[in-house]
């Protein structure tokens, strides 16, 4: 059982900024993979990036590729999100996720079995 507490989400102006954090918590589970995704309404959730908690290597989508970041703190099993250059298509509820089994799957939403609440994004024009 692991359980996912988001943060960070919020209004914010074209062309600002926002952090995300994600802590997963839960007895006797093993982090393999932590990701971001997001659902903007009437379209299907969409993969943003992932970090490997093995060795920390990343994956982005080419829609946030050198705008958003993402790092995490394996002893407290947080992921982080860095939001730069926000456009208002970037609006929509923003998702973690957590992977506790081995996959080769970082970029699909199939390939997580834990899931956060989700936090709103609201970029303004």
């Known amino acids: 059982q692991v359980q996912l507490v988001e943060s960070g989400g919020g209004l914010v102006q074209a062309g600002g900024s926002l952090r995300l954090s994600c802590a997963a918590s839960g007895r006797t589970f093993r982090t393999y993979a932590m990701g971001w995704f997001r659902q903007a309404p009437g379209k299907e959730r969409e993969f943003l990036s992932a970090i490997d908690w093995s060795g920390g290597r990343t994956y982005y989508a080419d829609s946030v590729k050198g705008r958003f970041t993402i790092s995490r703190d394996s002893l407290q099993n947080t992921v982080y999100l860095q939001m730069n250059s926000l456009k208002p298509e970037d609006a929509a509820v923003y998702y973690c996720?957590?992977?506790?089994?081995?996959?080769?799957?970082?970029?699909?939403?199939?390939?997580?079995?834990?899931w956060g609440q989700g936090t709103q994004v609201t970029v303004s024009s």
């Open positions: 996720a957590v992977r506790s089994y081995y996959s080769a799957s970082y970029t699909t939403a199939q390939g997580y079995n834990y």
